[in-house]
């Protein structure tokens, strides 16, 4: 099987910057995106989830002019049956390959939460393979998962008590999210090529960031469009959180903040660990 000459994978954070890069690169001619930004190719077939099952089989009904809660059950299984046997890394490759651009470009959070022997799966696609990772203050970055995840869900934060705000925040879907411990050792044992980034520093100096970018993928990004690289993209609502939640939550991610500060030599002076 063929497989992808050069690509990259922005592994995450979720709410960290990733789609503000993605908005960067996507103009670039040297960098190929697929339709969507997040492929969730990994996630999927390392049974993660299965979000790239059902978009892909939302985008077969439409394609065909049907709604997908209007279709029988049956012919919907035969159609998820065929995707499901076909999203392997032939597909995966046949969608991002490209003869023109220098990379193939696949920007997906969810892969921050495999493990080595997931990341693995990767050199199944690609021998040359360069990882981007951005992280966010951990509790920071959190709040703002929490916030778009309620928001987009349409509940009010408002209403919630703070004890069920801190069970919440403490749960898998957010917390786990949030312990960069776990994926910088997966990364680390996985990859030589690995470009770490902390938000905090992109968000204030943009300019600087691209020219990492330039340094570490080796292209010219001097030519593409930066207009609208200072607007703020899947913006949450701002909520305050109480004193007790803030004070929950850095203890529950101390490790991280410690980890960080020992793999790095230093956090941003944003990330305030203190409990």
């Not at 059902?54 to 049907?66: A, Q, T």
């Not at 997931?118 to 970055?141: A, H, T």
């Not at 411990?181 to 044992?189: G, M, Q, V, Y």
């Amino acid at each position: 099987m063929k497989k992808i000459d050069n690509l990259i994978l922005c592994v995450g954070a979720q709410k960290a910057g990733t789609t503000w890069l993605y908005s960067l690169l996507k103009s670039s001619p040297d960098v190929k995106f697929f339709k969507y930004k997040e492929v969730h190719y990994f996630d999927y077939v390392s049974s993660i989830n299965k979000q790239l099952l059902n978009r892909s089989g939302r985008d077969v009904f439409k394609s065909l002019g049907e709604s997908l809660h209007e279709v029988e059950s049956e012919r919907k299984d035969d159609v998820y049956s065929f995707l499901d046997r076909n999203l392997n890394d032939e597909w995966y490759v046949s969608v991002l390959s490209s003869e023109s651009a220098v990379y193939s470009a696949d920007f997906t959070p969810e892969y921050a939460l495999l493990d080595e022997n997931q990341l693995e799966k990767v050199w199944g696609v690609s021998e040359n393979c360069k990882i981007i990772f951005i992280m966010r203050d951990p509790v920071e970055r959190t709040k703002s998962a929490m916030q778009y995840f309620y928001q987009n869900k349409g509940r009010d934060l408002g209403k919630l008590s703070e004890g069920e705000l801190i069970h919440s925040a403490l749960s898998p879907i957010f917390l786990n999210r949030s312990l960069y411990e776990k994926t910088i050792h997966a990364l680390d044992s996985t990859f030589e090529d690995v470009l770490y980034l902390f938000y905090e520093e992109v968000m204030a100096d943009k300019m600087g960031a691209i020219s990492k970018l330039e340094d570490f993928l080796n292209i010219d990004l001097s030519h593409i469009d930066k207009t609208g690289l200072d607007k703020k993209v899947n913006k949450s609502d701002q909520y305050s959180f109480g004193e007790k939640f803030e004070k929950s939550l850095r203890y529950a991610l101390s490790y991280t903040y410690d980890s960080v500060l020992h793999r790095f030599g230093y956090v941003p002076d944003e990330w305030k660990k203190e409990v």
